[in-house]
């Protein structure tokens, strides 16, 4: 009885089968050998392209776009458009890490010492050690705030200097641009502009440019844009490693401060300035051009 009811089935099913070629014209051998292998070419390279971009956005530390990704595959040899690494990290959920908003301040008086704005907003240098820019921001933990100031190249954006600490001093900023001079050790007298900011106009900063053969430069009250480039960079950091963690000690924060600076942003991290390249592959090659002359 079971074999007959067996038989039955198989019958119903065949004819299922026939009916629905029928249907749809196609061939019934073609429905079977679909059957077989589903997938077409096409899905099985999407499949494969998938797992090298869940890689190179992995690798990135979740922050990179299709844009950046898409750069990572061609230097792979990956012949595909960016439109479809869009689609495919779209399916996955996989995007890039955007938006931070830099929290209001309020700003007012007049600093102790004050540099004429020498930079002007020209943000594009031809050479490395022709002008720096450097910025303070601060970082939450539940030890409470710790400081970071940052000096950077406006040549490559790569980050030069920087230095970490719990109170906001001019000792802050000057350990940041003493770890700049004695990395560069240049030759010749380099801009470096900054915000009005007391750290930036006391007394030991001054003395600390003249000593070094630094010529002092200085936005406008209250006027982040005439510091574009400082201010990006605290955005991406802010926006790719900070507000994605959280921290318990001002240790901690340090660690990762360190690690996103010199272990990624400056060695790894595709930026747009620089044709796509990190800051310090981009000063490589302009060394490398300098040397085929």
Known sequence: MRLKY??????????????????????????????AEPQ????????????????????????????????DLRELGEACGKHRVARLMRLEGLRSQTGYRRRPGRYGGKPPAASPNHLERRFNVTEPNKVWVTDITYIRTYEGW????VVLDLFS???????????????????????????RKPK????IHSDQGSQFS????QSFLRANNLLGSMSRRGNCHDNAVAESFFQLLKRERVRRKIYSTRQDARADVFD?????????????FNNQLSPVEFEKQ????LESV
């Not at 119903?12 to 073609?30: D, F, I, M, N």
């Not at 302009?286 to 051009?289: G, I, Q, R």
């Open 40 to 71: 077409s070419a096409r899905a099985k390279d999407d499949k494969r392209l998938l797992g090298l971009i869940k890689h190179a956005w992995l690798e990135s530390g979740g922050v990179y776009g299709y844009r950046k990704i898409h750069d």
């Open 286 to 289: 302009h060394l490398l051009s």
């Open 202 to 205: 006391s007394g030991d900063w």
């Open 157 to 183: 954006r790569q980050v030069i200097g920087w230095s970490m600490k719990p109170q906001m001093t001019s000792d802050l900023a000057i350990d940041a641009l003493l770890m700049a001079v004695w990395r």
């Open 6 to 35: 067996a038989f039955i089935n198989q019958l119903s099913a065949e004819y299922s089968v026939r009916r629905l070629c029928l249907t749809l014209k196609v061939h019934a051998s073609g429905y079977y050998a679909w059957l």
């Open 146 to 149: 710790l400081y970071l100031a």
């Open 260 to 272: 996103y600076i010199e272990m990624f942003y400056n060695s790894k991290r595709r930026h747009g």
């Open 188 to 191: 010749q007298e380099v801009m």
